[in-house]
């Protein structure tokens, strides 16, 4: 039997929910009729709207998908404009102030508090500088990942930016695709360092060089082909996804595609997942359950004989044993610092804890971002921001911009990796709070534990369930919402997994510690960190270090303890309307926005 | 009369009657012999799974880990609450819930 949420579809979805959205907020929030908010809520998710979570009645999430986290000029401007006016609410972070905007592990945006009667001017304003909101959320198409400095990497193998922006502009709003059994994660990536993350998303087009009938130009510049004369295009993987406790690896299905075949390829197993996707189960809806049913070859072969009219390639030479992001080990885990783009100038990657920044410093990033590069801005997986476009002769002024003391190319590593989704603040799903806390975390781990002097990134997620929105599980340290029992009573706490990582053999993190009350993770941290520091072989990366540990080793080097760390939330702040403010009892809620 | 019931938001809440009415993330005492062999699990509850009725008595398929234990799974039917005349009541938080198989 179709679930609610297909029925809900099956009677309006995609393009035609703008109309009657626009027609609510126009006729205020109170108008959407009692019986039928949970299915209108279902359905703004397509135009990237998620209604905030119990307590919060009448506000919004929106999420902006930035392609590839692509902001051409201008659009990081119109993005700090949007969240300074319209972008607060009755509460106010202590951390963060009362705008701010969200940089995601999707490279999108979200901004909160949004009232239903501004969405028409937002989108209004956000359209004419030419962004969306468009299949942020919901079940098609979400925002496509990739290297966020394709097109100007010195690492690149090809250029994916030309084929990202194909695939937005063929799939966003496209009613043959607009309505799949569930979310639809794609990535594709140019460059050799694996920062497009092609592993945990449900497709994922990944660089590879291929012998073709009419072969390649043959070591030239321009990305391609190689000094072979092989062809280079992308590898296709799919069925890859980190949630509800099931994380899986995209599975090869031995295909390679040419840059202007990606969009027949991307199509058609898009068309494969509506048709044989469960629509009965939303738990078994993902289309890695689907790769699990039938494995990769079935899906090469249905692909073959159902979707696409040409004779599809066998997979090419990749490079993955190029790949560093995210790896835990070697250089460039991140993009952080100062890097060479191919034509001469610098991309700079700046660090934004936790990916949030105040509305006046997203203006006053617009500003730099102008004033030394070309205006535009890239967002990368790991939630932080970067620069591109920035001359030699203009990198020392910029450098020494006040700005860049909080947005830093040169962190505290624990600062640098640190990654955590939206928590209990504003999310329906997680256990426990999680953007302060991890915020928290790293300044008490900066200020108190001390890596090996050659350790200069250790990432450390934090996710407030298993929906695993901050990618907990390719981390160094992974931290994941749960509950415990502290002296009798019930507590915000966190499992501790470890050794997480992409890379050429990527490896989901272990979990050896459960539910360690959240007051005592930094000690647990700091304890892990010392055992690290001193059994470890010489030079041996902290990924190396856990793989050759067993489970219970692992568990006896976190060793959870107290220490001077004070964790002001670790009652259950799912019961509160809003858990920083001062009356945070749901009694206290405040009105909603149309009872003002 | 009749009574909807709806889990919504990916797991995260039952609605009855239009209404959210039992969240994730609370802690559960379960007389749960199938999830684990604690004499009572405590269950962090992470996600519904389904929703269902049993004459007055709203149930709930729940997946959760019992941080006693450590067992992690899916629950059978657990009461949340009842219905009666038309007006949903939540089980207190510290009942003891029987899982009916």
Request: one cysteine or more; aromatic letters at 8%; proline letters at 5%.
């Amino acid at each position: 039997m179709p679930t609610d949420v297909e029925n809900w579809k099956s009677e309006v979805y995609g393009n035609d929910i703008r109309d009657r959205l626009f027609e609510f907020a126009e006729e205020g929030y109170d108008s959407i009729p009692d019986d039928e908010r949970d299915a209108w809520f279902e359905r703004f998710k397509w135009w990237g709207l998620y209604h905030q979570r119990n307590g919060q009645e009448g506000y919004f999430m929106m999420r902006i998908g930035t392609p590839n986290g692509v902001l051409e000029p201008g659009q990081l401007r119109t993005v700090g404009e949007i969240a300074d006016e319209y972008a607060r609410g009755p509460g106010v972070n202590p951390i963060f102030g009362d705008a701010y905007a969200d940089f995601t592990t999707r490279q999108s945006i979200q901004l909160h508090w949004i009232e239903l009667s501004d969405v028409p001017a937002i989108f209004e304003k956000l359209e004419a500088n030419g962004l969306s909101t468009q299949q942020a959320c919901g079940d098609s198409w979400r925002n496509i990942v990739g290297n966020p400095v394709a097109g100007k990497d010195g690492q690149e193998v090809i250029d994916a930016w030309p084929v990202i922006r194909e695939l937005n502009e063929t799939f966003k709003g496209n009613d043959d695709h607009a309505n799949l059994p569930r979310k639809w994660k794609v990535s594709v990536t140019g460059s050799a360092d694996g920062s497009g993350q092609g592993d945990i998303n449900d497709l994922a087009f990944e660089p590879a060089y291929k012998a073709v009938e009419g072969g390649g130009d043959g070591g030239d510049s321009d990305g391609d082909g190689d000094e072979s004369g092989d062809v280079v295009g992308f590898n296709v993987r799919v069925g890859g996804g980190l949630s509800r406790n099931e994380p899986r690896l995209a599975r090869d299905i031995d295909v390679w595609v040419p840059p202007e075949r990606v969009p027949d390829v991307a199509g058609g197993l898009s068309a494969l997942f509506r048709d044989y996707g469960d629509r009965e189960d939303r738990y078994n809806a993902r289309v890695k359950f689907l790769v699990d049913e039938w494995g990769a070859d079935e899906v090469r072969e249905t692909l073959q004989a159902e979707y696409v009219d040409f004779e599809l390639e066998t997979a090419g030479r990749d490079v993955r044993e190029e790949y560093t992001y995210n790896t835990g080990e070697g250089e460039r885990n991140d993009l952080i610092g100062v890097h060479d783009q191919k034509d001469g100038r610098n991309f700079v990657g700046l660090n934004v804890l936790v990916g949030r920044m105040g509305a006046s410093d997203v203006l006053d990033l617009a500003d730099l971002a102008e004033e030394y590069g070309s205006g535009e801005v890239r967002l990368s997986q790991r939630q932080n921001v970067i620069v591109t476009d920035v001359p030699d002769a203009a990198l020392d002024d910029f450098l020494d911009e006040p700005l860049l003391d909080h947005y830093s190319p040169d962190p505290s590593p624990f600062m640098r990796g640190s990654v955590a989704c939206t928590g209990t603040e504003f999310c329906s799903l997680s256990i426990v709070e999680t953007k302060n806390r991890q915020v928290r975390f790293a300044r008490w781990l900066k200020a108190n534990v001390d890596l090996p002097d050659d350790v200069d990134e250790f990432h450390i997620h934090l996710s407030g369930c298993t929906a695993s929105c901050a990618q907990p599980q390719i981390a160094d340290v992974s931290l994941r919402g749960m509950k415990t029992r502290k002296d009798g009573d019930p507590v915000e706490a966190l499992d501790v997994g470890l050794g997480g990582g992409l890379g050429e053999n990527p490896q989901f993190a272990r979990w050896v510690t459960q539910r360690v009350p959240a007051d005592e993770v930094p000690g647990a941290i700091a304890n892990l960190v010392e055992s690290f520091a001193g059994e470890r072989d010489e030079g041996e990366s902290f990924r190396a270090f856990v793989a050759r540990h067993d489970d219970d080793e692992l568990d006896a080097f976190v060793d959870p303890e107290e220490t001077d760390y004070e964790d002001p939330m670790m009652h259950n702040t799912k019961r509160t309307w809003y858990p920083y403010a001062e009356n945070d009892s749901m009694e206290d809620a405040p009105p909603t926005p149309a009872d003002d | 009369m009749t009574t909807r019931l709806r889990v919504l938001d990916d797991g995260a809440w039952i609605s009855v009657n239009d209404s959210r009415e039992v969240r994730v993330s609370e802690l559960w005492r379960l007389d749960a012999p199938d999830l684990c062999e604690c004499a009572l699990a405590d269950l962090v509850v992470e996600n519904f799974q389904s929703v269902g009725v049993d004459g007055s008595t709203v149930e709930a398929r729940v997946y959760g880990q019992c941080i006693a234990c450590g067992a992690t799974g899916t629950t059978g039917w657990v009461p949340i609450g009842r219905v009666r005349g038309g007006e949903f009541a939540g089980l207190d938080r510290s009942a003891v819930r029987r899982v009916r198989r």
